[in-house]
């Protein structure tokens, strides 16, 4: 069974600060891991993606997240942070897709508020 | 390209009542998922369809809950009798075939049981 730990529920961060996430997983198999972002009333969008090769993946909206996998952790980076950003994360896992069952676990959500 | 259509948006039933979400997802998604997000929560799986057969309803109520893709394209999701913890945003989700790829999100159906 896979979990994903978000150790922040609420980040509260100054307008052009630099800001971190903090996402850890756990599993028992090979993962896939990603980060969405939620805006009010919205769906969830891709932030960005991590399959395999570099560790350090890059995403839109200039967010970037490096994989750990001694310390199985997935953070979530952005070095200015604007006052769009302010919205909901989510870290989440997924299998490799053994039998076909990939859907994707997701962390509780850190709630990213910026303030001017 | 048009996203992964949900509806209605928003629905208010009473308790023990029934209440049906529909899916459209986007063209050529052969995977489609339905996910609930209780409020301040991260959304979970409810059910996983590779065209029209089921590939993981392990975290689906099935004394309440009933989903089905007859054709492969579209998705009904169904809770029959609602609770109030049934509250939540259902949202269904689509993707190409494969592991890894993106999951695309609708913007969900806001259900409030009272």
């Known amino acids: 069974a896979q979990s994903v730990t978000q150790l922040d529920s609420q980040v509260p961060v100054f307008e052009e600060a630099p800001v971190e996430l903090r996402c850890n997983y756990s599993?028992?198999?090979?993962?896939?891991l990603f980060w969405y972002v939620q805006y009010p009333n919205q769906g969830l969008q891709l932030l960005l993606k991590?399959?395999?090769?570099s560790t350090l993946v890059k995403g839109i909206n200039g967010f970037e997240a490096e994989f750990n996998k001694s310390q199985t952790s997935f953070h979530l980076r952005k070095p200015s942070v604007h006052i769009s950003d302010t919205a909901e994360y989510f870290c989440?896992?997924?299998?490799w897709g053994g039998g076909g069952a990939d859907g994707l676990t997701f962390g509780k959500g850190t709630h990213l508020i910026i303030q001017p | 390209e048009a996203g992964v259509a949900q509806s209605p948006r928003y629905k208010i039933i009473e308790k023990r009542q029934s209440v049906a979400f529909w899916c459209n997802p986007i063209?050529?998604?052969?995977?489609l998922y339905w996910y609930q997000q209780i409020l301040g929560q991260g959304p979970k799986l409810l059910i996983q369809?590779?065209?029209?057969?089921?590939?993981?309803d392990s975290q689906l109520p099935k004394d309440r809950f009933s989903a089905e893709r007859l054709k492969g394209v579209d998705s009904t999701l169904k809770i029959q009798p609602a609770k109030l913890e049934d509250s939540a945003v259902y949202l269904c989700?689509?993707?190409?075939?494969?592991?890894?790829?993106?999951?695309?999100f609708g913007e969900g159906s806001w259900l409030t049981v009272v």
């Open positions: 989440a896992v997924s299998d």
């Open positions: 599993s028992s198999v090979s993962v896939y």
């Open positions: 991590y399959l395999s090769g």
């Open positions: 063209s050529g998604h052969a995977t």
């Open positions: 369809f590779q065209n029209n057969g089921v590939v993981d």
């Open positions: 989700a689509s993707t190409l075939r494969g592991s890894g790829n993106t999951i695309y």
